[in-house]
T-cell receptor
Framework: DTEVTQTPKHLVMGMTNKKSLKCEQH?????MYWYKQKAKKPPELMFV???????INESVPSRFSPECPNSSLLNLHLHALQPEDSALYLC???????????FGDGTRLSIL | GENVEQHPSTLSVQEGDSAVIKCTYS??????FPWYKQELGKGPQLIID?????GEKKDQRIAVTLNKTAKHFSLHITETQPEDSAVYFC????????????FGKGTTLSVSS
């Protein structure tokens, strides 16, 4: 079992809904990441938080809003998503932003 | 920016055979090279990594080699088993604060018994 826990495992939402994805780790890691993965493709980096501060935003549309309430938690708030946003959303953490990254099993998101 | 090429895209082997996956990178500043295994319905799992001050690293049936001059690194799996079947991703990074992992496109490994 992975030490990075993501909830929910599956999410179906309409384009006008607001929902949030949650990620939790208790390994004392100080860097946390959001990735998007489409079928048969590698993960694509969206955001990096280092010591609870946003350090990288890979030009992600504003309909995705990350939040890091504390060093163990990472949220991704979703609003007005498009069908092309359907994907597997992966969270990862590392001891520091240059240490090996460990992934959760992701949230499978479907936009109707 | 960094670009990582991975080959082959699919690889089929018989149980007990060896499997080799190769990656090349473009940025000579890259110095950290992890390999991830992703099974269906799961997130990527870090299986082995290597840093640029090391030429080879081994962990039981898995080994990674790095040629900095040629800018390529390879994953070697010996005595393959059906449970090795998965998608494997290589990645490269300068491993400095604020930099990202750049992934290869992935290799689907199928091990038949």
């Amino acid at each position: 079992d992975t030490e990075v826990t993501q909830t929910p495992k599956h999410l179906v939402m309409g384009m006008t809904n607001k929902k949030s994805l949650k990620c939790e780790q208790h390994m004392g890691h100080r860097a946390m990441y959001w990735y998007k993965q489409k079928a048969k493709k590698p993960p694509e980096l969206m955001f990096v938080y280092s010591y609870e501060k946003l350090s990288i935003n890979e030009s992600v549309p504003s309909r995705f809003s990350p939040e890091c309430p504390n060093s163990s938690l990472l949220n991704l708030h979703l609003h007005a998503l498009q069908p092309e946003d359907s994907a597997l959303y992966l969270c990862a953490s590392s001891q520091d932003s240059w240490q090996p990254q460990h992934f959760g099993d992701g949230t499978r998101l479907s936009i109707l | 920016g960094e670009n990582v090429e991975q080959h082959p895209s699919t690889l089929s082997v018989q149980e007990g055979d060896s499997a080799v996956i190769k990656c090349t990178y473009s940025d000579s500043a890259s110095n950290y090279f992890p390999w991830y295994k992703q099974e269906l319905g799961k997130g990527p799992q870090l299986i082995i990594d290597i840093r640029s001050n090391v030429g080879e690293k081994k962990d039981q049936r898995i080994a990674v080699t790095l040629n900095k001059t040629a800018k390529h690194f390879s994953l070697h799996i010996t005595e393959t088993q059906p449970e090795d079947s998965a998608v494997y991703f290589c990645a490269a990074s300068t491993n400095q604060a604020g930099t990202a992992l750049i992934f290869g496109k992935g290799t689907t490994l199928s091990v038949s018994s």
